[in-house]
Structures are given as C-alpha cells and as structure tokens.
C-alpha cells in the first residue's frame, strides 16, 4: 500500500516556475497551453496490513501540518494499494 | 546583553551573528538544534542558511527540531526573537509570524545590497533607526519573495506589522527596488505582540564599517534598547 501526494501552488500565489516552462513550451511550439503549475510528487510507502482509513486520516493531517503550506499550496492524497 | 543563536544543520549565518552581536558589544552562544533550552537568553536570533537542506520548502523541517519548541515557548512569555532571511521563513513555517517566503519573482538567487524603508519604527526591532533613514543592507536569498493572503495582508497593516519595506536610494516603495516580488515591497513584518520579527535582508552582514554598511547596528540596538527598558529576562 502507497500514499499518493500531489502537491500544488495555490491559485493565487505566484509561481514563476510555471510561467517560465509555460513560455518555453510555447517557444518550443506546443501550442494551446494555457497555464503549468510546477508543484511536488511525493510517494509514501506504508507498511502491508495499513488501514485504510486510519493512514488517510494520519496522512492528511501530515499534509497540511508539515508535507504541504496552507498558505502557499493544495495538495491532493489517494492512497493505493 | 546576551544573545542565543540556534544553530540547524546546514545554518551558514551562525557565527556571523555572533560577530554581529559581539562587534556591538554584547555576548552570545550558539544553541544547537536538539537542544530543549534556550539557557539564560536575553533575545533569540534564529540566523540564515540552508537549514537541513531547504528539504521540502525552506524551513519547514527545521519548525519541528526540538529548539524550536523551545523558541516558541520563549516567544510565548514575550521574550525577543529576530529571524534572518532562512530564520524568517523557520518563523513563518512554525506559524510565528503569518504569511510565507516563496521562490524569488525572476527564479534568480540575489545577492546584493538593498535599500529598506523602516515602517514601523516603534517596535522592539526599530526604535533605534533614525526617522526617515533608508537602511542599506545586503540581502542573499532565492525563496525571498513574501506572500499572504489578503485578509493577513490587511491585518498586518491594520496592526502596522509591516517593519521593513524594500524601497529604492530615496525611500520609494517602487516596483523596481523589490528584488524578488513580494506582495507590498514587504522585507520584514512582526507578530501582534511585536515581539518576534523576521526580515529577509542581513543585518549581521551590516554591522561594521569594513563590510560597507553599518545600517543592521540599527535593528540590533533596538533589541537591546528594548530589552534594558524592559529590565527582566524572559528566560526560556
């Protein structure tokens, strides 16, 4: 069993990593892109026999006291077997 | 005077601070990061770096070591603490001062002198900084660029928690003095109880004349004004 977490900027926060390799798919000619935000994969391996239910609960508090910032990002959680 | 400053795996900015504060005539020893106690401090300075690595986001990690227990607690019972560039962005993850540092505007590390336009010059961190004058500071940094909400944004002007704005020669908040985007030319703020304060800029790199400017002596004499007004030490 895996946790999954995909870590992004907020919205409204500036993310200049994003503009910059939007800009450069644009220079390479991909066209149609109209916004890339650059944020963090992280995957979290738990033990076989994990709870389901009990790891989500851990793991979403783990997400929003330490593995991502409220202030400056989102993040999404799925865990996998 | 005696100052504690924390030392992180990976701190760069320790024995600067130390000089600093020793230059101006005061004393100081490093606390190490697994350490529980703060000892006899009379203020706290949380130094720059790269502490463990900027693993993860700057200063997420280091929130959680065992002396920033401690720094929390000391802050709690109002003792002074002043975090610099990397001790900044400790302060603002372990929720001691709002807000956050993220990556500079231009994706480029700066290390340059700066201009910074006092605020508030009537707190613990300001008092000392002659009205009107623009510091000249060096700041070294790529995760400078402070953001907050709208809603903290109003109220840390609502409070005048906003200590240092970067400016430009003749103190204008202008878009080009701001080297790294962030939100109000915001260099430095303070928490409600303007006993705990963060800037970006380094003042221990300013101290003497030998380094170009002694404009961070400001910010220092402050703290120790400050603290002999106060006349107790809130030992930790």
Known sequence: ?81 | MHFAILQFPASNCDQDCVHAVRVLGHTASYVWHKDTSLGAADAVIVPGGFSYGDYLRCGAIARFSPVMQAVKAYADQGGLVLGICNGFQILCEAGLLPGALIRNRDLQFHCEQVHLKTTNGETPFTRRTPAGRVLRIPIAHGEGCYFADAETLATLQAHRQVLWQYCDAAGELTEKANPNGSVLNIAGIANERFNVAGLMPHPDRASEGLLGSEDGRFIFDSMVEAFRQRGTSAAA
């Open chain 1, 1 to 81: 069993m895996k946790a999954k977490i995909v870590i992004t900027p907020k919205k409204a926060v500036l993310d200049p990593q994003g503009k910059t390799v939007q800009n450069a798919l644009e220079h390479m000619g991909y066209a149609g892109v109209t916004g890339v935000h650059v944020g963090k994969y992280l995957e979290i391996d738990l033990a076989a026999g994990t709870d389901r239910a009990a790891a989500e609960k851990a793991l979403h508090e783990a997400c929003h006291r330490f593995l991502s910032n409220p202030v400056i990002e989102d993040y999404r959680l799925e865990v996998v077997d």
